[in-house]
């Protein structure tokens, strides 16, 4: 009898160990037989990802060219097209239980050995809907950490785990241009100007393919355009300049294709699997299943003024001047569908980049004129120009057009929305905020369109639409930190975080450019779409194949995102 209840007690789990995964040097870990069997039914050779700095320690067995690593390696287009680089390099590290950081560094000298940290050891180079749901069921057989990569630019990590297994998107390109596109189900005169972009697309590919078309698509704008159009970005929310006129990225979406945890592929849209379509817009990416493609309505190109803005202030009181009369100006401006990006940090100047819809030079001029005159007075010679535009194209070119060739850096973020009402009731606060971030960054790419859009038509963060900017501080740091001062890095970010809170106490923020340090990323991260969002989560992915730093369901697990929490 005994013996019996131990059966019936053991196979019911309750005595059972927790439910971890599978990781690389596991007795669990799929054999060569396995690994063979996989490469039968895919499209591509096996990848064996390798932080790309391994190609300069010649001990590794990196088939890689170090000069090209070297010249390349703050460029985000490059590290993008590299299955083992994340664009920060502090998350291809790991940092072991007894503090030791295991990483390999570009700077050879430092004496560190190259280890491959939170790179996955193995993995798929997607091309093709087969390839995905290849991978998707080989690591749910297995219970493996799956990791699905793209371009490699997630602020949390999201796109790297210790031990993990790989689906790497970034080769899936196809770009349709669909002029009449009507979504499946929906009344045949629901017809959308469309681009499809299978998941690996990037933004400068997108560009050019509406460019071509001639459209305009709401896009992420960083320089170079290597941002995913169709992974991370949109499964978080994605902002552009245009933002303000046209919405966030998930307001653009039409319908997609995802291969869910049981290997489907399914179509989502308005009329078809419509809860998962609501929730991956904005519920955050590696959560619902691989996405394999993305609809996106676009919009008729119209005129805009671009106005730039740099100068050097003297002095924190002349900075403070120039700042005021700035935030006189919102959120009136993004009322008006304008974007703006503003920097600023004590090494570096001040700069502001408006985009007007619409508007013209001379109005532009006229709207902006008592920011200007501050401008002006503070420096004589400060860069003050005002550009109209036909088309987003030239301006893409002119302003971003240049790859960046700043990533490749250890880096960590901290943000908020700022509510609208925070700069029309309390602008004095703002200001001392602004002042005392360094470095300081406040994105104009709410209000407006996104405003008047129903903050419960996409899963994304109900607080994007009271939002009038989102604001970010970061930190910067030099390969062969200690331990020690990663941790006081560690603790001036969650001192600057709590700086951000006071702007919008309970407040929330975009999760695509936060902290790991949220104490309450539920919250911060979705408002109350949580519930909503874990539900139709459970729903598509009842068994946690997709789990994410502080996404949705994420809080069922243990730190390392390894073991179930009973
Ligand atoms: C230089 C730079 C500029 C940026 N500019 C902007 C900007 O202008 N606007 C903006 O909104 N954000 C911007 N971001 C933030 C950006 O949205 C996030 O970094 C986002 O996570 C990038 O997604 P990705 O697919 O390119 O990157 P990855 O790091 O490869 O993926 C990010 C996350 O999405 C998941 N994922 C990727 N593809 C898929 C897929 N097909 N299916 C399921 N899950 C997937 C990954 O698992 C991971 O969790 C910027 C970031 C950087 C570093
Ligand atoms: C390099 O490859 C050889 C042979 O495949 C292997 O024995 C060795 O462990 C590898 N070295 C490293 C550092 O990965
Ligand atoms: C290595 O990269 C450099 C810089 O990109 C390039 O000039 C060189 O030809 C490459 N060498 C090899 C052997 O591919
Ligand atoms: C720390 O742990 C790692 C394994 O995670 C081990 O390789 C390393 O030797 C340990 N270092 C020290 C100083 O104990
Ligand atoms: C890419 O799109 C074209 C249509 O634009 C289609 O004919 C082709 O089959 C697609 N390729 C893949 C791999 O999906
Ligand atoms: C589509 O047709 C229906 C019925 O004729 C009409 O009620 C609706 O307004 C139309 N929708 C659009 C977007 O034209
Ligand atoms: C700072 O701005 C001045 C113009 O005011 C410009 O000449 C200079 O190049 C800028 N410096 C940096 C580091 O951007
Ligand atoms: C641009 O402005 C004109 C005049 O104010 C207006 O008629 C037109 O609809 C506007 N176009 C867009 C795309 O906003
Ligand atoms: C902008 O307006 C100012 C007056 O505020 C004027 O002196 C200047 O010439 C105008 N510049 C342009 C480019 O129209
Ligand atoms: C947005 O503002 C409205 C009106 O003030 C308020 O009712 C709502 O709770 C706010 N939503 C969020 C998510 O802050």
Redesign the pocket.
């Known amino acids: 009898m005994k013996a019996v209840w131990w059966v019936v007690l053991f196979a019911s789990g309750v005595l059972s160990e927790p439910r971890c995964r599978c990781l690389h040097g596991d007795s669990c870990w799929p054999t060569e037989d396995d690994f063979a069997q996989l490469q039968s039914q895919i499209s591509q050779p096996l990848i064996h990802p390798v932080p790309p700095e391994s190609a300069c320690y010649p001990e590794s067995n990196s088939s890689g060219?170090c000069?090209?690593v070297q010249?390349?390696t703050f460029t985000g287009t490059w590290r993008s097209d590299q299955a083992g680089a994340m664009q920060a390099t502090n998350f291809e590290t790991f940092i072991s239980s007894n503090g030791t950081i295991e990483a390999c560094y570009l700077n050879t000298a430092l004496g560190f050995p190259c280890e491959q940290g939170s790179i996955p050891t193995i993995g798929v180079d997607a091309r093709t809907v087969k390839d995905v749901q290849a991978a998707v069921k080989f690591a749910a057989d297995r219970d493996l950490r799956l990791v699905v990569h793209n371009t490699g630019h997630d602020y949390l990590g999201r796109s790297a785990a210790r031990g993990g297994f790989m689906l790497w998107t970034h080769r899936m390109k196809n770009i349709t241009a669909s002029p009449s596109f009507v979504p499946e189900g929906a009344p045949e005169n629901e017809t959308y100007y469309a681009l499809t972009l299978e998941a690996g697309v990037q933004w400068h590919e997108a560009y050019d393919a509406a460019h071509v078309n001639g459209r305009l698509i709401v896009g992420g704008i960083a320089p170079g355009g290597s941002v995913g159009a169709a992974g991370g970005w949109i499964q978080g929310g994605g902002h552009g300049i245009f933002s303000p006129q046209h919405g966030l990225g998930v307001d653009n979406v039409v319908e997609l294709t995802i291969v869910t945890a049981s290997g489907e592929h399914l179509k989502a849209n308005s009329y078809l699997n419509s809860d998962l379509f609501w929730a991956v817009r904005g519920g955050g990416g590696g959560t619902y299943g691989v996405v394999t493609s993305v609809t996106y309505r676009t919009h008729d190109i119209s005129p805009f003024t671009a106005t730039l803005v740099l100068c050097s202030p003297s002095s924190s009181a002349v900075r403070k001047d120039i700042l005021t009369e700035y935030l006189k100006l919102w959120p009136g401006l993004s009322d008006a569908g304008w974007g703006a990006y503003l920097g600023m940090s004590t090494a570096a100047n001040f700069s502001v980049t408006f985009v007007a819809p619409n508007v013209s030079l001379a109005d532009t001029n006229a709207t902006l004129a008592p920011f200007l005159d501050a401008v002006r007075t503070a420096q004589e010679d400060a860069v003050i120009q005002i550009i109209p535009f036909d088309d987003f194209q030239t301006f893409y070119q002119a302003f971003f057009g240049t790859p960046d060739t700043e990533d490749g850096l250890n880096t960590e973020l901290v943000t908020r929305l700022i509510p609208r009402e925070t700069f029309v009731d309390d602008p004095e606060h703002l200001i001392d905020v602004m002042m005392s971030l360094d470095p300081l960054l406040l994105f104009h790419v709410a209000g407006g369109k996104v405003s008047q859009i129903d903050p419960d038509s996409a899963g994304v963060n109900p607080a994007w639409r009271n939002a009038t900017a989102l604001m970010y501080s970061a930190a910067f740091w030099p390969e062969g930190v200690t331990v020690d001062e990663y941790r006081v890095i560690q603790q001036k970010l969650k001192d600057n975080l709590a700086v951000l809170e006071s702007l919008a106490p309970g407040g929330g923020t975009y999760l695509n450019e936060a902290s790991m340090y949220e104490p309450n990323p539920q919250h911060t991260f979705f408002g109350d779409h949580y519930e909503r969002l874990k539900v139709i989560k459970d729903t598509y992915d009842p068994t946690g194949l997709f789990i994410v730093a502080s996404g949705v369901g994420s809080e069922d697990w243990d730190s390392s995102l390894n073991c179930m929490l009973t």
């Open positions: 060219n000069t090209d010249t390349n």
